[in-house]
């Protein structure tokens, strides 16, 4: 079992930034395979980034094309703590954001296993 709690969310305008944090527990966390996913009222939960263990101490990073080169996945693990930072925010960010740990291989999608409680960002324009 994993327990992930998120925190960081809150309401920015158009422009600003945010940081969210995901603090998890119940496993080794330097090999977790993390990520960050958001839905927006009316849509389906959609994947934001992910942060995955390759072996030894190399971790990959990938994003969404809506917020590469705005948003930085990264990973503290002395605090057990995932972070997304969140820089030049749009309204279409507006979402609650879920912090999950799955499974992931070389070539195949990552797969959520666990997911977080959540955590609202809203953007104003």
């Known amino acids: 079992q994993v327990q992930l709690v998120e925190s960081g969310g809150g309401l920015v305008q158009a422009g600003g930034s945010l940081r969210l944090s995901c603090a998890a527990s119940?496993?080794?966390?330097?090999?977790?395979?993390m990520g960050w996913f958001r839905q927006a009222p009316g849509k389906e939960r959609e994947f934001v980034a992910t942060?995955?263990?390759?072996?030894?101490?190399?971790?990959?990073?990938d994003y969404a094309d809506s917020v590469k080169g705005r948003f930085t996945i990264f990973r503290d693990n002395a605090k057990n703590t995932l972070y997304l930072q969140m820089n030049s925010l749009k309204p279409e960010d507006t979402a609650i954001y879920y912090c999950?740990?799955?499974?992931?291989?070389?070539?195949?999608?990552?797969?959520?296993?666990?997911w977080g409680q959540g955590t609202q960002v809203t953007v104003s324009s």
């Open positions: 999950a740990v799955g499974d992931w291989r070389r070539g195949a999608p990552f797969e959520p296993g666990y």
């Open positions: 119940g496993r080794t966390f330097s090999r977790l395979n």
């Open positions: 942060n995955v263990w390759s072996g030894g101490i190399t971790y990959y990073a």
